[in-house]
């Protein structure tokens, strides 16, 4: 398989040299306008182009059919490492996408700990690649937009109250913005000059 054009960008093969999976064995590239990406034991961070039937699963929308690249990264390319499920990503924009679709949020502080567990494996990852592809001399924020997503399964009880602090927080220690919804739509330049605007 070729490597694909935003994968060569960042010099991710490059970068990631030496780990027990090389990352053209960990990606897979689609243009279709609509799919979806599933986490599973099996497959890991996988695309699946037909209708899912399944609640835990992460919808995107891609209308410019430009080739999306999923790198499955959580016990595929890295193991043993709290980390992030996956990233979606194009020439342009960079998705971390953490999955906790198997988390029920029986409680307040369930939910919460849910989350807080998410982002703590969304910065570990954002640190971890940022300190590889600078020692290929790059700099990752500045070549990607880059948006963090936890996906929850329906049934999960979220509470929109939480969510708002935990994403502002999450913006304010970062400067990327956290997502909670089960759809990612291709962050245009002009959507992240608005977050930036926000943040000040």
């Given at each position: 398989?070729?490597?694909p054009?935003?994968?060569?960008?960042?010099?991710?093969?490059?970068?990631f040299?030496?780990y027990?999976?090389k990352?053209?064995d960990?990606?897979?590239?689609?243009?279709?306008?609509?799919f979806?990406?599933?986490d599973?034991?099996?497959?890991?961070?996988?695309?699946?182009?037909e209708?899912?039937?399944d609640d835990?699963?992460?919808?995107?929308?891609?209308?410019l059919?430009?080739e999306a690249?999923?790198?499955?990264?959580?016990?595929?390319?890295?193991?043993?490492?709290?980390?992030?499920?996956?990233?979606?990503?194009?020439?342009?924009?960079?998705?971390?996408?953490?999955?906790?679709?198997?988390?029920?949020?029986?409680?307040?502080?369930?939910?919460?700990?849910?989350?807080?567990?998410?982002i703590?494996?969304?910065?570990?990852?954002?640190d971890l690649f940022e300190?590889?592809?600078?020692?290929?001399?790059?700099d990752?924020?500045?070549?990607?937009n880059?948006?963090?997503?936890?996906?929850?399964?329906?049934?999960?009880?979220?509470?929109?109250a939480?969510e708002?602090?935990?994403?502002?927080?999450?913006?304010?220690?970062?400067l990327?913005?956290?997502?909670?919804?089960?759809e990612?739509?291709?962050?245009?330049?002009?959507?992240?000059?608005?977050?930036?605007n926000?943040?000040?």
């Amino acid at each position: 398989m070729a490597i694909p054009q935003s994968v060569q960008n960042l010099k991710l093969c490059y970068a990631f040299k030496g780990y027990k999976q090389k990352v053209e064995d960990c990606i897979s590239v689609t243009t279709e306008t609509e799919f979806f990406i599933e986490d599973n034991i099996e497959n890991k961070c996988t695309v699946i182009v037909e209708s899912p039937t399944d609640d835990k699963i992460c919808k995107v929308i891609n209308i410019l059919s430009s080739e999306a690249v999923l790198l499955a990264i959580d016990n595929k390319l890295i193991s043993n490492r709290e980390i992030a499920d996956g990233a979606l990503f194009n020439m342009d924009d960079f998705h971390f996408i953490e999955f906790k679709t198997n988390a029920e949020g029986n409680s307040n502080k369930a939910v919460s700990d849910t989350y807080d567990k998410a982002i703590s494996q969304l910065k570990s990852t954002i640190d971890l690649f940022e300190t590889k592809l600078s020692t290929v001399g790059l700099d990752f924020r500045n070549l990607v937009n880059i948006s963090c997503h936890i996906i929850v399964a329906e049934t999960f009880p979220r509470n929109n109250a939480v969510e708002i602090t935990k994403a502002m927080d999450f913006a304010d220690k970062t400067l990327i913005p956290l997502n909670f919804d089960n759809e990612i739509e291709p962050l245009s330049n002009n959507k992240q000059a608005e977050f930036d605007n926000q943040r000040g």
